[in-house]
């Protein structure tokens, strides 16, 4: 009997725990029917609305398919009244678009200051040059400067016809884009028609080359130009040729005449009249010969390749 007993009360709570867990079940059942029911689609706007008239949290989700596209739209709004007015509002600047028509070739100035104030309305772009905020971008290119009179003139054209802020930024990136390209290529292709230009001189020379394009390079140090310079200047050109002139005939007193080689003639004709040129007698007089007869000897090649 004692044995029966335990063995009843042993059925009796493993049904108890069956019922529990069959409450538990149910229960379970109904919280994922509950949860899935705030995920359908609601079956009139009355389901959408809470007991103040104001949507549900999480109200798009339960919208139908077809206006499924627009939810990100409509979750700002928290009520139908604010729907209503964000419709309204849409509809007011869509009809403020279909109305501004394009400007009439013959319209007056008050015509086209009222055009282009409606325009901005719809563009945002500000009416004031200045509050276009152009200014030199980070990095200029090498050799450029920032041209603050042409951004001046380009942002009074955008607030003419009201063009909007965004818009003109863009078209000057692209701007100082075309500028920098436009450089890198000309900067390129004056490389090459520097290497060019040596190729040409190094085959001219042959196995002199070497040794010409050092003595060149003397040369120019001595006219006071920068040896270490890939390409010169006009300036840089005209400074040495003045000091080539300066070096071959000091004074100035025979500028204006027609032949370039005068002031060389002028020169030889001076040198070849030293007295140590002419009738040398001590050491000094035979080291100032050599001088002379050297430097007579350039002032032929000069007049041979000006002359």
Not at 126 to 145: F, I, M, Q, R, S
Not at 269 to 298: G, M, S, V
């Amino acid at each position: 009997m004692e044995t029966q007993t335990q063995t009843t009360e042993s059925t009796t709570q493993t049904s108890g725990d069956l019922g529990n867990q069959t409450q538990q079940q149910q229960s379970t059942q109904t919280t994922v029917a509950n949860t899935t029911t705030t995920t359908e689609a609601a079956k009139s706007f009355a389901d959408l609305l809470d007991d103040k008239g104001n949507f549900k949290q999480g109200w798009t989700q339960a919208l139908p398919e077809h206006l499924k596209p627009f939810e990100g739209t409509l979750q700002k709004y928290p009520n139908p009244w604010e729907v209503f007015s964000g419709l309204g509002n849409a509809q007011k600047f869509i009809s403020s678009r279909q109305q501004l028509k394009p400007l009439d070739a013959n319209a007056t100035e008050e015509q086209r200051a009222a055009y282009v104030a409606e325009l901005r309305k719809i563009t945002g772009a500000p009416e004031k040059p200045e509050d276009y905020g152009l200014k030199a971008p980070e990095n200029l290119p090498e050799g450029t400067e920032w041209n603050a009179e042409f951004a001046g003139n380009v942002a009074q054209i955008a607030a003419k016809h009201a063009i909007p802020k965004a818009a003109l930024q863009e078209l000057a990136d692209a701007h100082n884009q075309h500028i920098s390209k436009m450089i890198a290529t000309g900067d390129e292709l004056s490389k090459q028609e520097q290497q060019r230009a040596l190729d040409e001189l190094t085959k001219e020379w042959g196995a002199d080359a070497a040794n010409n394009f050092d003595r060149a390079k003397r040369g120019i140090v001595a006219l006071g130009g920068d040896p270490k310079k890939d390409s010169y200047t006009i300036q840089d050109i005209m400074r040495m040729a003045l000091r080539a002139d300066q070096m071959v005939r000091p004074d100035s007193e025979l500028i204006g005449q027609n032949s370039p080689t005068a002031s060389v003639d002028e020169r030889m004709r001076t040198l070849q009249a030293d007295p140590a040129y002419q009738n040398p007698k001590t050491t000094a007089d035979f080291k100032r010969q050599a001088e002379i007869a050297n430097e007579l000897q350039r002032l032929h090649a000069y007049k041979k390749q000006f002359g």
